[in-house]
């Protein structure tokens, strides 16, 4: 990849990357909430047209996104809409949209910043494949892949095994959704690994990855990162970006690829 304009650092850019993840998210919340009765509790708040408060009782989902000057006085009704749940959520704050004011008020209601996470951005190009490699890296297209990608993406994530039949229930619409491409990676013809990649707007997203612990360290990762770049490419996507706990392997895996550190949102949760 070749750092061009379409990746200089902007608040512009910023918004549009901010715009695909929420969209993202909440592709994959309103999966969860068709269930019966909605278990998983899903509801969403909107601030404005581009801030957002997510709610579900799954951790990853609670959150406030995008969220900038003139916020202030919204924030005390989200913190009680939360509490009056028994959901915490995580407030995420961008370089450029945070203010004294929104740190002053969350820090009033209980809020600190208890951690950073890194969003990385590139444009894409398209790489050629290696057919005799032993780690291979497939588009899923069949319902036989998807329990492949199912398997290792339970695996990966440690999902308890109490679980796993509703996960598989509540995760195979996946495979129909719009603007998604699901990806099993396979050690000589055994899965091993799962990925997503999401496009809207020209965007492409590198989502959710995730390696059976036995294949770790078999570089299934940057291949992963590598096919889904290539087909955003050729897709006709501008940029992609993705995000990672800073310094970590998955930090390190994107940056060998060609991605740079776009910004790094600041998370503030409940003390």
């Not at 278990?39 to 404005?48: A, C």
């Not at 990853?60 to 000057?69: D, E, N, Q, T, Y």
């Not at 796993?164 to 055994?190: E, I, M």
């Amino acid at each position: 990849m070749q750092r061009g304009d379409a990746v200089a650092p902007s608040l512009d850019r910023v918004q549009q990357t901010l715009a695909v993840d929420i969209a993202y998210t909440i592709s994959r919340m309103k999966v969860l909430e068709r269930l019966p009765g909605n278990p998983v509790h899903i509801n969403i708040r909107w601030v404005d047209e581009t801030a957002v408060a997510l709610m579900a009782r799954l951790p990853s989902f609670a959150r406030v996104v995008g969220l900038r000057a003139g916020h202030e006085p919204c924030i005390e009704g989200l913190v009680s809409w939360y509490r009056e749940h028994g959901i915490r959520p995580t407030f995420e704050m961008i370089p450029g949209h945070h203010t004294i004011g929104i740190g002053r008020e969350l820090t009033r209601l209980g809020f600190f910043q208890s951690g950073f996470h890194a969003c990385l951005m590139g444009e894409p190009t398209r790489s050629p494949t290696n057919a005799d490699a032993p780690a291979a890296i497939e588009k899923v297209e069949s319902s036989s892949a998807m329990e492949d990608y199912l398997h290792a993406y339970m695996a990966g994530w440690e999902i308890a095994e109490k679980d796993q039949a509703q996960f598989k229930a509540n995760v195979r619409p996946w495979l129909d959704q719009a603007g998604w491409s699901l990806y099993v990676g396979r050690l000589n013809g055994q899965p091993a690994a799962a990925a997503t990649l999401y496009v809207k707007d020209r965007i492409g997203y590198l989502a959710d990855a995730t390696t059976k612990p036995e294949f770790r360290r078999h570089g299934f990762q940057s291949a992963m990162l590598r096919r889904r770049i290539s087909d955003a490419a050729a897709a006709g996507v501008d940029i992609v970006f993705s995000g990672c706990t800073p310094f970590s392997t998955s930090h390190r895996n994107m940056e060998r690829v060609g991605l740079r550190v776009q910004f790094m949102r600041g998370l503030w949760t409940e003390g």
